[in-house]
């Protein structure tokens, strides 16, 4: 029998024999598919909810065709025939992304990008990489290594994602804190618009321009344009890394020290604070740690800068009453960082588990944190709320939270969006931001507005203009349904 699908394409009517001849014709027989299992495969995406449905025998979406493009000129040719046909083209990269962002919920065509994948340029002299936007983020990295370079982008998922999946949802590496997130390490772009244009800017250090158009589709989620080739920053391989550990007696303690180490203009690549709970999962062996808050640090660089680093790191610790754990703990994050079997382990128990980030001024730091996990533990049925903070900045700081519970009250996928809504109402109470690196996808889509304020209408605006028939990536970040109704009375 096959599977339900939760989002049925109901709205959108197009003539899927005329669609499928024109793809034919753009990609050849090998790089198109209609076939069930394909349909099925990218249908979905590591969301946990959509995770519980396929548990569950229920699927997301289902696209009509899949693609496999080879070069910018298909791309080109393929959004112009779907902004003819009014047909959905949902960009693909490695479908990693956690909040629904490449699910076809009104079918059309996925654009699988992973057969553009090269690694165009390495410039030694400028220190920079053009790569085209397929490349899984460990080939990337890996091939960066063997060269004697690193992107300094490593995020958790590095092995199941792409480059322009993290472009497309402004993505953060855990070691964000030294090298910046993705758009820190962007100097150009080639895209490709919903009419077909293709655009591309040159690399420069800096420009003065007027607004830059490249920066601007950096996060735009698949709606404004298929992003195809980008110049990276890149960087030597640091000399030394250095690991430090420390315990501090609460979330606000351990806070306080890493804004001071920001704000001295010390960098460390990885920072990471886990909150007691986290603490007790994670460091359960380390007793200086018990019912403290477990914070790694990595400084790396050259010998001189990293010890440097490494220093202020323990002197600021240190005045905020942190308790030295050595390198071990942080050597067990690295052996461990990129395992997250547990949240497979848990689904089939019936628990229903997310993760949800959010971003905060330092002034505000330490009260999001306590609010989001009070407001998490009091929907009834949650388990466990936890958190930590991955991503900082001088002026302020990224929380992680988890939480875990089963439905009491209500269904689990009721309680799931009950969680969702107290953990984002909580961030705008205080004045967070609602993402800091996950992006909207379709779990964040009925904050936009509060999160925007007047500006979401503008960016509607630019959409509209972009793309009247709304074909690029419908129903992510903007709720207007150009083409729909057109596409009823057809
Ligand atoms: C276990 C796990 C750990 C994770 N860790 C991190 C982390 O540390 N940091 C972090 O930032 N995120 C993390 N994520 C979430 C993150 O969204 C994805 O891992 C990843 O960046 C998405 O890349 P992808 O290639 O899989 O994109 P997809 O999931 O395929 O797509 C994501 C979005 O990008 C769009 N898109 C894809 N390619 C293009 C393109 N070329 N042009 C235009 N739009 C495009 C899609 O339409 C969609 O809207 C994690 C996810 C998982 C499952």
Redesign the pocket.
């Known amino acids: 029998m096959p599977p339900e699908i939760v989002y049925e394409n109901a709205n959108w009517v197009y003539d899927k024999k005329v669609v499928k001849q024109k793809l034919l014709e753009i990609f050849g027989l090998k790089n198109v598919s209609d076939k069930e299992v394909d349909l099925f495969a990218y249908g979905k ?2 969301s946990l909810i959509a995770s519980h449905w396929l548990l569950k025998g229920k699927i997301a979406a289902k696209p009509d065709f899949i693609v496999w493009p080879e070069n910018v000129k298909q791309i080109s040719k393929l959004l112009k025939m779907a902004t003819a046909e009014k047909v959905p083209v ?9 909040v629904g ?2 699910l076809p919920i009104h079918g059309g065509i996925i654009v699988d ?1 992973k057969k553009m994948d090269k690694i165009v340029e390495i410039n030694k002299v400028n220190l920079t990489a053009t790569i085209q ?1 397929g490349i899984n983020g460990m080939n990337l990295e890996r091939t960066l290594n063997s060269k004697g370079f690193t992107m300094g982008h490593i ?3 590095v092995y ?3 480059l ?6 402004k ?4 070691f964000s804190t030294k090298y910046g997130k993705i758009e820190d390490m962007i100097l150009s772009l080639e895209a490709v618009l919903p009419d077909g244009t293709i655009i591309k800017s040159k690399p420069a250090p800096r420009k003065s321009i007027g607004p830059q158009l490249d920066k601007f589709l950096i996060g735009s ?2 709606t404004l ?4 080739e980008v110049t990276v920053r890149i960087w030597p391989l640091p000399e030394k890394r250095v690991l430090i550990s420390y315990a501090f007696p609460s979330m606000a303690q351990a806070l306080e020290a890493v804004r001071s180490i920001l704000q001295s203009q010390v960098y460390p690549a990885v920072i990471r604070i886990y909150d007691a709970n986290e603490t007790a999962r994670h460091f359960l062996t380390e007793a200086n740690a018990k019912d403290r808050c477990m914070t790694i640090f990595v400084c790396e660089g050259s010998q001189q800068i990293a010890e440097f680093e490494a220093s202020i790191v323990s002197e600021k610790s240190r005045s905020c009453e942190g308790v030295a754990c050595g390198s071990a703990p942080v050597e067990h994050w690295f052996a461990t960082r990129f395992n ?1 079997k547990e949240s497979s382990t848990l689904i089939p128990l019936n628990l229903v588990v997310d993760t949800i980030e959010v971003a905060v001024m330092w002034d505000k730091a330490n009260k999001l944190y306590q609010s989001v996990i009070a407001s998490m533990n009091a929907v009834p049925g949650t388990v466990l709320a936890t958190g930590h903070a991955s991503h900082f900045y001088e002026q302020g700081v990224c929380f992680y939270f988890s939480f875990g519970g089963t439905a009491v009250k209500q269904t689990e996928e009721e309680y799931y969006r009950t969680v969702w809504k107290a953990c984002i109402e909580t961030t705008l109470q205080i004045g967070g931001t609602i993402a800091h ?3 909207i ?1 379709l779990n964040r889509l009925q904050w936009m507005k509060d999160e925007w304020g007047a500006a979401y209408d503008v960016i509607k605006r630019i959409k509209k203009s972009l793309d009247p028939n709304n074909i690029l ?1 419908p129903g ?1 970040l903007f709720l207007h349904e150009v083409g729909k109704k057109e596409q009823k009375e057809k």
Request: net charge negative; no cysteine; hydrophobic share 30%.
């Open positions: 995406d590591f949902i960009p693909f990269g490695s479908g990693s992304g956690v962002g490449a990008m936007t995020p958790q998922s199941t994602s792409t322009g999946g993290y472009l497309a949802h993505a953060a590496g855990q989620e698949g344009a298929i992003i195809t997250v690196h996950h992006s996808g990536n992510k």
